[in-house]
């Protein structure tokens, strides 16, 4: 095949840095022609890249002809792809085109050059932020990413169109730009002019229409109002003017969940799993007894989940006479029909404790590497993994003596014989359902290994006994038993739980849980009670989140980095401004990270200058303006198209909520308060009260409607904020139904005349002082968290420690220096200082960088940011 | 046609029973389709492909990776050209071209029918309804081609069967 390509013509940066892929696959050769040669015949206008296919077809798509190089080197295509090409054609070029007319064929320069790509650009920039990768399409370069550094190269290779804030972009364009394909596509286009290589090429161009021109202001995710239809706008009025005839008389008990807003009957537990080697590790440790400090911990568990707010009908544990009583049932019907066997097991005994020990009960020196204090399943050393037995010199932990290996008799879960029945039900169950796709896929990549026969017993005290004879010194395995806690802890609310756990067809049981207990609750448990055979309530929605990391790196107890649920109430934020935050960062699809600076922007942002102002200003109005009664709302067609545009966000609320799409449900209400905001912004009430008769009238009904407003969202809130919803309905004297049932339509919830309380401000604003103190106090500073990380990567640790060690005061001053200069550079940026400044403070933060690495031993950090060409 | 509107179309021919909703982004009412796992998908040919993919009809997106990138460039070609200038001037140039580029082709890829003949009749309909007699026979590999689609089983469905007259009419234009 022919790859016609021509200097300076923009489309031939992708093209060529990406015909490396087709290397090995297809000969390339590469023609050069004019960028006005008419290479294929079938178009009128010329038309450079261009790849003429051996069958005779010919690519005239930039994109398409990169697609092609891709598939060739056996790349699939997918929806996330699809989706940027189709944008960049769309939506990016013809604002590029538009800016590089500018800047090339009419000499403009800064903003009426970046005015028109900068909403583009930010585009670019949050989603790479936003889902936390390298790349556009996840953590390797793809199609995407080539064809859109191809489109982007000539403008952003000049570090002025490069804006700086964008720093996701920023990063994601030096990564791509360094590479060698590209590097070697970049010279042979622009021939190391820059962007005057393309002025032929662009002069040629028809002058860019005025909207392509437009400058779009800088507003990043500014909602667009959809389009409506006359029907939508009817249905809409229509519903609102019902108000608090439709809705159905009240439950008792309602607490704040989404499904009870519904209406629906639900059942929402949680508890502690209390059993197995960790419980009795720990009750060492602290020298009580394993009942004690379960006794202690789920006393601390369910202080955390009582001061959070949540609503859990019950909150139970697993040490109880109901565990024992079901889990046992459950093996017995698993040992009657055949899918429990028992097996000999070499086990390393301890004579004078009197009972066999579990790996985390032996200590000695590993087999590999010699390393003295190897646990009993794995070395902390060499990492390798370990099998007790083989274990030189084991010592008990409790006593300190040398255990010797005998032979044992453990019990075994068949699951390789429940297999069949596993996959036919998740057959019937996933299409269709709403497990998240990282369950499903967790479940699936087990299934596709198959299923190995699991040990269910364990050479442990405190556990759930195992009732067969010879098994008298052992107890069940904590994830046999932990998951039909579930179920005993319903038992321990109502003697009906078999109305829920035996039944199906009319219960649809919703899991949640973080990623790595996936595989219990899809497989392990399933399998029990599919063996069972006693027609037991199985999953039918699993929700895994991803895992949620904290400021740059992770979350961890043993260094004291992170903020932890007893910590939260220390920290003198409100447990609903919590509950909003991460409920906002709710890792769904993908990891996300808590950040003290963005909790206080999207405090100050979000909650203060978004919601909060909205409904407080909606409630002011009809207290200074109308005594506090509801005044008449006359709506005007305007007026109705609002209602249709919270119609639908309502809508859009109850869809995805449906959909356990928790986070982007949230992203809902704040749309809402945002339209309303905007609303009361145009209409202008408090001028229109000191006017005419007319304008009297239309005050009355922008307030009336705005604070219906106010009244939908405090009932939408209640999932989220069920003390804010709360206040917003005390201040506001919502009726009781109204209060705690959300229909799929807005109603007129507060007629006219009806009489609110007294309004007052919902939230407070954070202070940057205040935040400050609280990331030092729970750690996390960036810079400790990597040097950290690397004393723990690093294959020599004792050298590391002597190193810091020796001059500790010396690096913890400079750290402090580091932290403190890095805030105030942080701090100048945000107030948009000189450039000069700024960069003379950067230059003082990277010397000091320098030195702190010096000082710890480590080579120093290649420099970030911005090259020099 | 409403890029939803589209998009409903698409699902009936591609025998996908259960409608999907779809919201408008954008002064441009760019489609946007909210997927039960995963983000949402945004773009009309983004999420056409992605139907394609859900009815278990991959074959429509081409067989081969020269197929496959074939159908791209003309769904590119649908959003960027066919939806994006709407001048006179403009369209003849595209008829021009099309009809040029169809002299040797039963559809846009050769040989065999894909997404890139549904998605470019939906929209270049709007358009040949509107073209006279003789300029149908002046675009005849366009209009043989746009017969055939819209009597492909299913993809025509409430559009309007544009006519397309058999004999010559206008010989001397050849």
């Known amino acids: ?869 | 046609m409403a890029a939803a509107a589209e998009l409903s179309l698409l699902e009936k021919s591609l025998g996908l029973s259960k409608g999907n909703k779809y919201s408008a982004q954008g002064e441009r009412q760019i489609p946007v389709l909210q997927t039960n796992n995963g983000p949402s998908l945004t773009g009309l040919t983004t999420i056409a492909a992605h139907l394609v993919k859900q009815a278990n009809k991959e074959y429509l997106l081409g067989s081969t990776a020269e197929e496959k990138a074939i159908v791209q460039q003309w769904l590119e070609y649908r959003v960027t050209q066919v939806d994006g200038h709407s001048s006179k001037n403009d369209i003849r140039t595209l008829l021009k071209d099309l009809n040029s580029y169809l002299e040797d082709k039963v559809y846009l890829t050769g040989y065999n029918f894909t997404l890139a003949d549904i998605l470019l009749y939906y929209g270049l309909h709007r358009f040949i309804v509107d073209l006279t007699v003789q300029e149908k026979e002046k675009y005849l590999n366009v209009s043989r081609w746009f017969c055939h689609i819209q009597h492909y089983p299913g993809i025509r469905q409430h559009l309007s069967s544009v006519v397309f007259i058999k004999n010559r009419l206008y010989t001397n234009s050849h």
């Open chain 1, 1 to 869: 095949m022919r790859l016609f390509v021509s200097e300076g013509v923009p489309g031939c940066l992708p093209v060529l840095a990406a015909a490396g892929r087709a290397r090995g696959r297809a000969e390339v050769l590469i023609s050069t022609v004019g960028p006005e040669d008419c290479v294929v015949p079938f178009l009128t206008r010329p038309k450079v890249p261009v790849l003429q296919l051996d069958s005779g077809n010919y690519l005239f798509s930039t994109s398409a002809i990169c697609r092609y190089f891709f598939l060739l080197s056996g790349w699939e295509q997918d929806d996330l792809t699809n989706q940027w090409l189709e944008w960049e054609a769309t939506e990016l070029q013809p604002a590029l085109s538009a800016a590089l007319y500018y800047l090339v064929v009419q000499g403009k320069k800064g903003e009426d050059v970046l005015g028109s790509v900068r909403r583009a650009l930010t585009h670019i920039d949050h989603s790479l932020s936003r889902q936390n990768c390298p790349f556009l399409a996840g953590e390797t370069e793809s199609l995407a990413d080539i064809v859109l550094w191809g489109a982007l190269y000539p403008l952003l290779q000049d570090p002025a169109y490069l804006p700086e804030e964008l720093s996701a972009l920023h990063s994601w364009f030096q990564t791509l730009s360094t590479q060698e394909p590209c590097q070697r596509a970049a010279e042979t286009v622009l021939k190391q002019q820059g962007v005057l290589a393309l002025r032929p090429y662009l002069q040629k161009q028809p002058q860019p229409s005025p909207t392509e021109g437009r400058a779009v202001t800088n507003e990043p995710e500014e909602e667009e109002l959809a389009t409506l239809s006359e029907e939508e706008i009817a249905m809409a009025v229509t519903a609102w003017e019902k108000g608090l005839e439709s809705l159905p008389p009240l439950r008792p008990q309602q607490n704040p969940v989404y499904s009870r807003l519904r209406q629906w009957n639900t059942l929402y537990l949680c508890g502690t799993d209390e059993y197995g080697t960790a419980t009795e590790t720990k009750a060492l440790e602290e020298g009580l007894t394993p009942q004690e400090i379960c006794d202690k911990y789920h006393i601390i568990h369910a202080d955390i989940y009582r001061w959070f707010n949540i609503s859990f009908d019950i909150f139970g544990r697993t040490t109880t006479p109901q565990q024992t009583k079901i889990t046992q049932d459950i093996f017995q019907q698993l040992l009657k029909r055949g899918f429990v066997w028992q097996d000999t097991v070499e086990q390393l005994r301890c004579e004078h404790c009197a009972r066999f020990l579990a790996d985390r009960f032996v200590e000695g020196m590993c087999p590999f590497c010699g390393y003295e204090e190897a646990r009993g399943d794995q070395c902390d050393k060499c990492g390798k993994l370990i099998n007790a037995v083989e274990l030189k010199k084991p010592q008990c932990k409790v006593c300190r003596s040398c255990p010797v290996v005998q032979s044992t008799q453990h019990l075994f879960l068949d699951l390789p014989k429940l297999e069949k029945r596993l996959e036919e039900w998740l057959g019937r169950t996933l299409p269709g359902s709403d497990w998240t796709p990282n369950a499903q896929f967790i479940t699936r990549s087990w299934l596709r290994d198959g299923l190995k026969p699991r040990c269910i017993t364990r050479d442990l005290k405190w556990g759930t006994p195992v009732p067969l004879e010879g098994f008298e010194d052992k107890v069940f395995y904590v994830w046999f038993d932990a998951t039909i806690g579930y179920l005993s802890i319903t038992a321990n609310y109502t003697d009906q739980w078999e109305r829920w756990w035996k039944n199906p067809e009319q219960v649809d049981l919703y899991q949640f849980m973080a990623k790595d207990n996936v595989p219990f609750h899809s497989l392990v448990f399933p399998c029990s009670a599919l063996g069972a055979e006693d027609n037991y309530t199985l999953v039918s929605h699993l929700i895994a989140t991803e895992y949620l990391n904290y400021e740059d790196g992770k979350f961890s107890k043993s260094r004291g980095v992170g903020v932890f649920g007893d910590m939260a109430q220390d920290t003198g934020i409100p447990a609903d401004i919590w509950r909003f935050y991460l409920l906002y960062i709710r890792p769904e699809g993908q990891d996300s990270a808590f950040s003290w600076t963005d909790l206080l922007l999207k405090n100050n942002s979000e909650l203060l200058n978004n919601l909060g102002n909205f409904i407080n200003r909606a409630g002011m109005f009809v207290s200074k303006f109308f005594g506090g009664y509801v005044p008449e709302m006359v709506l005007t067609p305007d007026d109705q198209r609002l209602l249709a545009h919270v119609t639908l966000e309502l809508q859009h609320y109850h869809q995805l909520l449906e959909k356990v799409r928790i986070r982007d449900a949230l992203r809902s209400i704040l749309t809402i308060s945002r339209h309303g905001n905007q609303y009361i912004q145009v209409n202008e009430p408090w001028k229109r009260i000191k006017g005419s008769e007319a304008d009297r009238q239309r005050a009355g009904t922008v307030t009336g409607l705005a604070v219906n407003i106010a009244a939908l969202l405090s009932v939408m809130l209640q999932p989220y904020m069920p003390t804010v919803s709360a206040t917003i309905q005390a201040q506001l004297q919502l009726p009781p139904p109204a209060c705690s049932i959300l229909l799929t339509n807005f109603l007129c919830t507060l007629p006219a005349g009806h009489q609110i309380g007294t309004v007052s401000p919902l939230f407070q604003k954070l202070e940057n002082d205040q935040i400050e103190s609280l990331r030092q106090r729970f750690g996390g500073g960036q810079l400790e968290e990597t040097f950290d990380l690397k004393a723990k990567t690093s294959l020599k640790p004792a050298v590391v420690e002597t190193v810091t060690t020796a001059r500790p005061q010396q690096i913890q001053a400079l750290m402090d220096e580091v932290t403190k200069q890095g805030n105030f550079v942080r701090e100048l940026k945000a107030q948009k200082a000189d450039k000069n400044e700024v960069a003379a403070e950067v230059a003082k933060l990277l010397d000091l960088k320098k030195q702190l690495a010096v000082a710890e031993g480590k080579p120093p950090e290649a420099p970030k940011g911005k090259k020099k060409k």
